[in-house]
């Protein structure tokens, strides 16, 4: 079945470390999207990339980065920079970048954890 | 974007239909409307959108107010399985060239509880 899929669903990181979560999608989709949700609240933009080789910071970009190399996938390094990276992670993808008529598609997410 | 108001929680039959509501009195012409649901520790499901027509797919129907300053979600036949967050959320059409990121802005949602 086409979806995204994110791994790993539990990461635990250590002080100064970097580590880095994956997101695969096989629904051909242009855009794809890194959220941050922390308990009880919202979602928040992290980066966002409307095609391959070009991405975009969001709302709370600092302490993160990305790449995307390839159409299905957009991995997120959470940096030591990131000085409170303990969140549930969310990672979405839409045929393109606008709401339009197609809607997001979201993976089950990776909650990280600090040591 | 549109701000939306929904009603904190609710409870509903297992077997009934749950009508979940959202209040977007700021929608503007070319704004749709959008369901997601949350299971805990789960991803935001899609469940549904629309423009100015009803909508009914395999998972739910969406009614949306002539004015469309409000919309109903409903669940034809709640199942335990249904007990999330459901948040309706207001979006623009895609604008080339705006500074339209397409996120998507999740306000506190309704958390629908089914009971058996």
């Known amino acids: 079945d086409g979806g995204i899929t994110q791994s790993p669903k539990y990461l635990f990181r250590k002080e100064g470390q970097n580590v880095t979560l994956s997101c695969e999608q096989n629904l051909n989709h242009d855009a794809m999207y890194w959220y941050r949700q922390d308990p009880g609240q919202g979602l928040r933009l992290i980066y966002y990339s409307q095609i391959v080789n070009d991405f975009q910071k969001g709302d709370i970009a600092e302490g993160y980065s990305v790449s995307r190399e390839k159409k299905e996938s957009f991995p997120l390094t959470v940096t030591s920079a990131q000085k409170n990276p303990t969140a549930f992670y969310l990672c979405?993808?839409?045929?393109?970048?606008?709401?339009?008529?197609?809607?997001?598609?979201f993976g089950d997410g990776t909650r990280l954890s600090i040591l | 974007d549109a701000k939306t108001t929904q009603p904190t929680s609710m409870d509903c039959a297992e077997g009934r239909a749950a009508n979940l509501p959202c209040n977007h009195s700021?929608?503007?012409?070319?704004?749709?409307v959008y369901w997601y649901r949350q299971i805990h520790s789960q991803g935001p499901q899609y469940i549904i959108h629309g423009l100015k027509n009803n909508e009914t797919n395999e998972m739910a129907s969406l009614i949306i107010t002539e004015d469309r300053k409000s919309s109903t979600l409903i669940l034809p036949h709640a199942t335990l399985r249904d007990t999330a967050v459901y948040y309706c959320?207001?979006?623009?059409?895609?604008?080339?060239?705006?500074?339209?990121?397409?996120?998507?802005?999740f306000g506190q949602g309704t958390t629908l509880q089914v009971k058996p």
């Open positions: 959320i207001v979006r623009p059409r895609i604008t080339h060239g705006s500074s339209n990121t397409g996120k998507l802005i």
């Open positions: 700021t929608i503007s012409g070319n704004e749709y």
């Open positions: 979405a993808s839409s045929i393109d970048l606008g709401m339009g008529r197609q809607p997001q598609h």
